[in-house]
């Protein structure tokens, strides 16, 4: 049997059983969550990592010859190395923010509904990365946006309706450009398939100036998902006003699946090689890069100064992605993942750490690792992945994704690129130093440690931040290597969908 | 013609969406924002005197295709439809929370995210 439509299947199951449970057992839903985190992470282990490359045709409507033209009738499921990471990369998270929530979620009214929330959010997640046609990549982005939208208001304070408002105002703005961009290209090529639109252009068959609309269209609105600098304006408002476990997903998965992944498969596969995005990408990801950490360093509030860190890191993994070489893409998708595993650790961190100092205020707190040591370390750790400290897991990252530029020939994006690395250091022991070691302030002396069951998925997360610093030669080729290699050819960097329009297509 | 009304259509919806400062009016332009859209796709596939397109026994699959509308983006405009359905609920019902804790629905007025 097909392990790939359970990676869907299952969070959606989940979420609707959530749904029934709501008047059974108010700790059901919690623990159908556990059990469907658990299960994507054993079929992210089994189907995922060491499985074959492969596309399967929905009901059977796969591929169909009429008068002589090969297309794919119906809905397809892609499986490759892109997938695979994203995949991994989601099962690992939300595993980790599933275990967390029990905790931090135990006073919480309307528990049962933040499940089914929470797992629409990975089933759209997981949804989007396997999509092989754009109509159903836009769907999938869709579930999991309005979840998230959901998600973010789901204290209904005052603030966090106000932030969600906006996310889901500019969200919206981006979703339209999605479509219209779906429009355009089945208006210029008459096909939907990822597959089949990249045979029709390079076959000559599709116009250039509609097809170069259909794709500043797509960077519009998938850069408006991933926060890419002048459509940023959302994310330091939305990601800290949800709850903390919501946070790290939103930062640490989000604006991945819904970005990086998205716009890696669309110019990467969809639409062949056009010399102008990469340009686009090294711009705006420079932007990101230096101004995300500039705002990031006069912040006081914790969550933040996270989510502007997440703007400037997300900036790394576009002008890694901009170096259009094979060892750029695998660069910017390694740090996509690295950042995946530190930022959502980070998020959850600034929970725990405002469930013990009871603000999120960088100025309310101090000298915290007398009193929470295990959360300390785990803070330590995540923050000394983010700001590139070897031998974490973003040192190496951001070294390759350096190296890549320079090789790629932009010695001057590789320059700033490092002064941003050094800038997200300082900015991050400044944190250290505020939060957690200096003087115990008085109000603070009775702080309490967060419950093992919270800690424990942090560290947990930062353990594997220090296990993919240390092991990740070993996973180069076989992991991101792969990833990378579903978009760019390893020797010559250049472009490459043959493998992918092979197992859609079966040419 | 038809296309650039849709798109007229389209800048409409964004002004109201963006540049508004009531909640309502923002709710109005997603609205117009999404008819717009739809309204595009349906263009796609539009062909003046089609036929339905619906293949009866007996008839000329060729024929067929080169007579009828296109269903796809039919389709896919009702999936769309859906979509922007949730959407809009979602919207209205985050705008009647906003108006039950901060007591206005003036978007300029709610400013207490800073930074």
Not at chain 1, 148 to 155: E, I, N, R, T
Not at chain 1, 160 to 177: I, N, P, R
Not at chain 1, 269 to 290: A, F, N, Q, Y
Not at chain 2, 68 to 97: E, F, H, N, Y
Request: net charge positive; hydrophobic share 60%.
């Amino acid at each position: 049997m097909d392990l790939v439509p359970l990676f869907v299947i299952v969070p959606l199951l989940a979420a609707f059983l959530c749904l029934l449970a709501k008047g059974v057992l108010p700790n059901l839903a919690t623990w159908i969550t556990l059990a469907a985190t658990a299960a994507l992470l054993a079929l992210a282990v089994l189907a995922g990592l060491p499985g074959e490359s492969h596309a399967l045709a929905v009901g059977g409507w796969g591929v169909r010859v009429e008068a002589g033209v090969r297309f794919v009738a119906g809905i397809v499921l892609v499986l490759d190395g892109l997938s695979r990471l994203f995949l991994v990369m989601v099962a690992l998270v939300s595993a980790a923010v599933a275990v967390y929530g029990v905790q931090y979620l135990a006073s919480f009214s309307g528990r049962p509904l933040f499940h089914v929330l929470f797992n629409l959010l990975i089933a759209g997640m997981n949804g989007a990365v396997l999509a092989g046609d754009l109509f159903n990549l836009f769907v999938f982005v869709e579930v999991a946006g309005i979840a998230s939208y959901a998600l973010v208001a789901f204290g209904t304070e005052a603030e966090e309706l106000e932030a969600a408002f906006k996310y889901l105002v500019l969200g919206s703005v981006a979703s339209t450009a999605i479509l219209l961009a779906v429009g355009v290209v089945y208006a210029a090529s008459g096909v939907l398939n990822m597959a089949d639109v990249h045979a029709r252009i390079a076959a000559g068959a599709v116009s250039r100036p509609l097809l170069g609309f259909a794709a500043a269209l797509f960077l519009t609105g998938f850069g408006l998902k991933a926060a890419l600098m002048p459509f940023h304006a959302w994310l330091p408002d939305a990601h800290p006003s949800a709850p903390a476990p919501i946070s790290a997903m939103l930062s640490g998965l989000l604006i991945k699946t819904l970005g990086v992944y998205a716009i890696v498969r669309i110019f990467g596969t969809v639409i062949p090689e056009d010399g102008r995005i990469p340009v686009v990408l090294l711009v705006l990801g420079s932007l990101s890069m230096v101004l995300g950490v500039l705002l990031a360093l006069g912040q006081d509030d914790l969550k933040r100064l996270l989510a502007y860190h997440s703007i400037s890191q997300m900036g790394f993994v576009f002008v890694a992605l901009g170096a259009n070489t094979w060892l750029g893409v695998a660069a910017g998708l390694f740090h996509a993942f690295n950042h995946a595993l530190f930022k959502s650790a980070l998020f959850l961190c600034s929970g725990a750490l405002e469930r013990i100092a009871g603000t999120r205020r960088l100025s309310g707190m101090g000298g915290l690792v007398q009193r929470a040591p295990a959360t300390s370390v785990a803070t330590i750790g995540a923050a000394l992945s983010i700001s590139g400290v070897p031998p974490f897991n973003g040192f190496w990252s951001k070294l390759l994704i350096i190296l890549a530029l320079i090789r790629a020939g932009h010695p001057g994006v590789a320059v700033i690129a490092a002064a941003v690395a050094v800038m997200a250091l300082i900015s991050f022991v400044k944190v250290q130093r505020k939060a957690l070691f200096g003087p115990l302030p008085g109000h603070l002396a009775a702080a309490r440690e967060v419950p093992a069951a919270m800690v424990a998925p942090i560290l947990v997360l930062v353990a594997l931040c220090l296990v993919t610093g240390l092991l990740w030669p070993w996973g180069v080729d076989s992991f991101i290597g792969s990833a990378a290699a579903a978009v760019k050819v390893a020797a010559d960097s250049s472009s490459s969908a043959a493998d992918y329009l092979h197992m859609v297509l079966g040419r | 013609m038809m296309y650039l009304l849709a798109l007229l259509l389209l800048f409409i919806g964004l002004y109201g969406l963006l540049v508004k400062r009531s909640l309502v009016k923002k709710i109005l332009g997603l609205l117009i924002v999404e008819h717009a859209v739809n309204l595009f796709l349906i263009l796609v596939g539009y062909r003046s005197d089609g036929l339905p397109p619906i293949l009866l026994p007996g008839e000329d699959a060729g024929e067929f295709v080169r007579a009828s509308v296109d269903p796809l983006p039919q389709a896919l405009v009702l999936t769309s439809i859906v979509i922007g359905l949730g959407l809009v609920m979602l919207m209205v019902a985050l705008s009647l929370r906003i108006h039950e804790r901060h007591g206005t629905l003036d978007c300029s007025k709610l400013n207490r995210l800073k930074g």
